[in-house]
């Protein structure tokens, strides 16, 4: 079975240098993410329509046209429903306790118990201490306002609260919606809680009452749990502001000790960056021969330093094997999320350490180090000298990087937006208005093996510029925007006549990076800040979202909390709820005339950007503006 499934290497990666470590992989015997999903395919039919359940032991039930029920009496839109729910409990339980632990690092600045982490953006934090309601904001004693606004944010955690703290940037029209339909996020553990609740035998058996639970699930992770890891990070890391840097395989430096940060969560790379530029770490690495210490990143981990610090990025999900492949990489550092389990092996076919960081995310036979904020540089030090101290390991006769960086920008927030315009939206909403940027879309999320890696990601994004619409990236489409040349201000060229003279005008790229993951949430702030200002709702505007590639419970929360926030949504494949014709139908169409905005599935990514056009063209007559 698994020969019939085999693609060639130009069908599995768009890019040469995938293809080049894939044909080393086979040689040196690494087995990769392609090779195990021919073992999988065919996939399992149930698990795949979403009708097997196991959320009991009278089961595991099938549900078929022969057997419609499962012991317990429950259907296939129940069923499907029970697993689409737990699945967005999932999404949203990893990018909550994501921005939950930067909390726990402004708390252990607050108590003075960390001197490695300090608040970088002072203004920021009094700024988002304003919009919480703490008092003296502006003007209080520092530690008081960042005080105030952890006990604000924890709390936004528990189940003493009818709303998250940052609802208060979310236009009223939208917060009646959510309120109308019992959508509107109470506290980030409390939904997921109420999700695992509902979903035990014997609870919720309406499909569409559990969806609407999932929605507020979803809303609980975009507008606390990823908007706090989003607003922590800037707070604690500095705001991104726009800066050069590199991208592809090619960053892997031949001279020096390379060592690559994965995972998601900035508190840990953050600290290995500092130690890699510590003068005392610099001079061991020489006297071990090494030319220096290259830091890069991988996924959204690599986002986050990529975006505030300019450090460049090796690569997004499917890279993150190949990245090792190399031969030349020394340490494999990881927080949490999206880290193949398979890198251990692959590691372990060469000299590269494979370094955990985080006690809930533990790899067996890795070597950790629980990282903690009182000790971490001098814990990242360490790191970082087992990772010199593997570079006389390294075999040169197995070392290739097969490729040469390309040149990017990135560095965008909402912050440099403002900045770049002038200081107020105004400049962008009368681009808008006149046609010349006809809307702006979010492409965003991971790479999945059963697509071409990143031709989804890139045949959009390309289709898009060209019709004038605006494509904000996150996650690992930044990796796949910036290999293809598409995140430099010269990518105006393969854009159409409005975006080359609004983006020429400003100096920016067509396609503009605003972060990892969780900062999706600086996408959908951005849509509400538009929205307060033209007096309408996010579901008004020529706005859209997109994710080709995705494959995760993560970009499947992300994906519903778009569209609960009245975004219309594009995947590029179907999450597993077919098996319930009722479930699919308020997926693609019911929730348009509950949130006023649905998904769309659609592989092919021309056809993707003929529906997400169409849909901006609509949301355009709408408002009275030319198509
Ligand atoms: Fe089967 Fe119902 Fe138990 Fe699920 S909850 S395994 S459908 S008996
Ligand atoms: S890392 S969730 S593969 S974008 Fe955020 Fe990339 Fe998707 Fe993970």
């Given at each position: 079975?698994a020969?019939?499934?085999?693609?060639?290497?130009?069908?599995?990666?768009?890019?040469?240098?995938a293809?080049?470590?894939?044909?080393?992989?086979?040689?040196d015997?690494?087995?990769?993410?392609w090779?195990?999903?021919?073992?999988?395919?065919?996939?399992?039919k149930?698990c795949?329509?979403g009708?097997?359940?196991?959320?009991c032991?009278?089961?595991?039930?099938?549900?078929?046209a022969?057997?419609?029920?499962g012991?317990?009496g429950?259907?296939?839109?129940?069923?499907?429903?029970?697993?689409?729910?737990r699945?967005?409990?999932?999404?949203?339980a990893?990018?909550?306790?994501?921005?939950?632990?930067?909390?726990?690092?402004?708390?252990a600045?607050?108590?003075?118990?960390t001197?490695?982490?300090?608040?970088?953006?002072?203004?920021?934090?009094r700024?988002?201490?304003?919009?919480?309601?703490?008092a003296d904001?502006?003007?209080?004693?520092?530690?008081?306002?960042?005080?105030?606004v952890m006990?604000?944010?924890?709390?936004?955690?528990?189940?003493?609260?009818?709303?998250?703290?940052?609802?208060?940037?979310?236009?009223?029209?939208?917060?009646?919606?959510?309120q109308?339909?019992?959508?509107?996020?109470?506290?980030?553990?409390?939904?997921?809680?109420e999700?695992?609740?509902?979903?035990?035998?014997?609870?919720d058996n309406?499909?569409?009452s559990t969806?609407?639970h999932?929605?507020r699930?979803?809303?609980?992770?975009?507008?606390?749990?990823?908007?706090?890891?989003?607003?922590l990070?800037d707070?604690?890391?500095?705001?991104?502001?726009?800066?050069?840097?590199?991208?592809?395989?090619?960053?892997?430096?031949?001279?020096?000790?390379?060592?690559?940060?994965?995972?998601?969560?900035p508190?840990?790379?953050e600290?290995?960056?500092?130690?890699?530029?510590?003068p005392?770490?610099?001079?061991r690495?020489?006297?071990?021969?090494?030319?220096?210490?290259?830091v890069?990143?991988?996924?959204?981990?690599?986002?986050?330093?990529?975006?505030?610090?300019g450090?460049?990025?090796?690569?997004?999900?499917?890279?993150?094997?190949?990245?090792?492949?190399?031969?030349?990489?020394?340490?494999?550092?990881?927080?949490?999320?999206?880290?193949?389990?398979?890198?251990?092996?692959?590691?372990?076919?060469?000299h590269?350490?494979?370094?955990?960081?985080?006690?809930?995310?533990?790899f067996?036979?890795?070597?950790?180090?629980?990282?903690?904020?009182a000790?971490?540089?001098?814990?990242a030090?360490?790191i970082?000298q087992?990772?010199?101290?593997?570079?006389?390991?390294?075999d040169?006769?197995?070392?290739?990087?097969p490729?040469?960086?390309?040149e990017?920008?990135?560095?965008?927030?909402?912050?440099?937006?403002?900045?770049?315009?002038?200081?107020s939206?105004?400049?962008?909403?009368?681009?808008?208005?006149a046609?010349?940027?006809?809307?702006?879309?979010?492409?965003?999320g991971?790479?999945?093996?059963?697509?071409?890696?990143?031709s989804?990601?890139i045949?959009?994004?390309?289709?898009?510029?060209?019709?004038?619409?605006?494509?904000?990236?996150?996650?690992?489409?930044t990796?796949?925007?910036?290999k293809?040349?598409?995140l430099?201000?010269?990518?105006?060229d393969?854009?159409?006549?409005?975006?080359q003279?609004?983006c020429?005008?400003?100096?920016?790229p067509p396609?503009?990076?605003?972060?990892?993951?969780?900062?999706?949430s600086?996408?959908?702030?951005?849509?509400?800040l538009i929205?307060?200002?033209?007096?309408?709702?996010?579901?008004?505007?020529?706005v859209?979202?997109?994710s080709?590639?995705w494959?995760?419970?993560?970009?499947?929360?992300?994906?519903?909390y778009?569209?609960?926030?009245?975004?219309?949504?594009?995947?590029g494949?179907?999450?597993?709820?077919?098996?319930?014709?009722?479930?699919?139908?308020?997926?693609?169409?019911?929730l348009?005339?509950?949130v006023?905005?649905?998904?769309?599935?659609?592989p092919?990514?021309?056809?993707?950007?003929?529906?997400?056009?169409?849909?901006?063209?609509?949301?355009?007559?709408?408002?009275?503006?030319?198509?």
């Open positions: 079975m020969e019939k499934n085999k693609k060639s290497i130009e069908e599995k990666s768009l890019w040469e240098d293809r080049a470590m894939l044909r080393k992989a086979e040689q015997g690494v087995e990769t993410a090779d195990r999903l021919e073992q999988q395919t065919p996939h399992c149930f795949e329509l009708t097997s359940c196991r959320n032991v009278m089961g595991p039930c099938r549900i078929t022969k057997m419609p029920r012991v317990c429950a259907d296939a839109d129940v069923v499907v429903a029970r697993n689409f729910g699945f967005i409990a999932g999404g949203s990893g990018h909550s306790d994501h921005g939950r632990d930067l909390i726990e690092v402004l708390e600045i607050v108590e003075g118990e001197k490695d982490y300090q608040i970088k953006d002072e203004a920021k934090l700024r988002i201490a304003g919009e919480l309601g703490v904001a502006g003007g209080g004693a520092l530690a008081a306002v960042a005080r105030a006990e604000i944010l924890y709390a936004d955690f528990g189940s003493r609260k009818k709303e998250v703290a940052f609802l208060g940037r979310v236009p009223e029209k939208r917060r009646a919606i959510w109308s339909l019992g959508m509107t996020p109470r506290g980030v553990d409390r939904e997921i809680a999700m695992m609740h509902r979903t035990h035998m014997g609870c309406d499909a569409a969806l609407i999932a929605a699930t979803a809303l609980a992770d975009g507008w606390a749990g990823s908007m706090i890891g989003t607003e990070s707070v604690i890391f500095g705001t991104p502001s726009p800066k050069k840097s590199t991208v592809n395989l090619g960053v892997i430096n031949q001279e020096q000790v390379n060592i690559l940060v994965h995972g998601h969560n508190v840990v790379s600290m290995i960056v500092a130690a890699a530029n510590d005392e770490m610099l001079a690495a020489e006297a071990a021969g090494a030319g220096g210490i290259n890069a990143g991988l996924c959204c981990t690599g986002n986050e330093i990529l975006a505030r610090r450090i460049p990025m090796a690569g997004n999900h499917l890279m993150t094997e190949l990245a090792v492949v190399t031969g030349a990489v020394e340490a494999v550092v990881v927080d949490y999320q999206c880290i193949m389990p398979s890198l251990l092996q692959a590691a372990g076919c060469y590269t350490q494979f370094i955990t960081t985080a006690n809930k995310a533990r067996s036979g890795a070597v950790h180090f629980d990282i903690k904020p000790t971490a540089l001098a814990q030090k360490e970082v087992l990772a010199i101290d593997g570079f006389s390991k390294r040169p006769q197995r070392v290739e990087i490729s040469q960086p390309v990017i920008m990135t560095g965008f927030s909402n912050e440099a937006i403002l900045n770049a315009l002038g200081g939206l105004t400049p962008l909403l009368e681009a808008i208005k046609g010349k940027i006809r809307g702006v879309v979010g492409i965003v991971c790479n999945n093996p059963k697509f071409q890696q990143d989804g990601n045949g959009l994004t390309k289709a898009l510029i060209q019709r004038d619409i605006l494509v904000l990236v996150t996650g690992c489409v990796t796949a925007a910036g293809a040349g598409l430099l201000p010269q990518a105006i393969q854009a159409g006549p409005g975006l003279e609004i020429g005008a400003l100096g920016i396609v503009v990076h605003f972060g990892s993951c969780v900062d999706n600086r996408i959908i702030h951005l849509c509400a929205a307060e200002e033209l007096g309408v709702d996010i579901s008004d505007l020529p859209a979202a997109s080709p590639e494959y995760s419970e993560k970009a499947a929360a992300i994906g519903l778009a569209v609960a926030s009245g975004i219309y949504t594009h995947l494949l179907p999450p597993n709820i077919l098996g319930s014709p009722a479930v699919t139908d308020l997926a693609l169409n019911g348009e005339s509950l006023g905005a649905s998904f769309v599935v659609e092919d990514p021309d056809k993707a950007a003929d529906l997400l056009e169409a849909r901006i063209v609509s949301k355009r007559k709408a408002l009275g503006l030319p198509k």
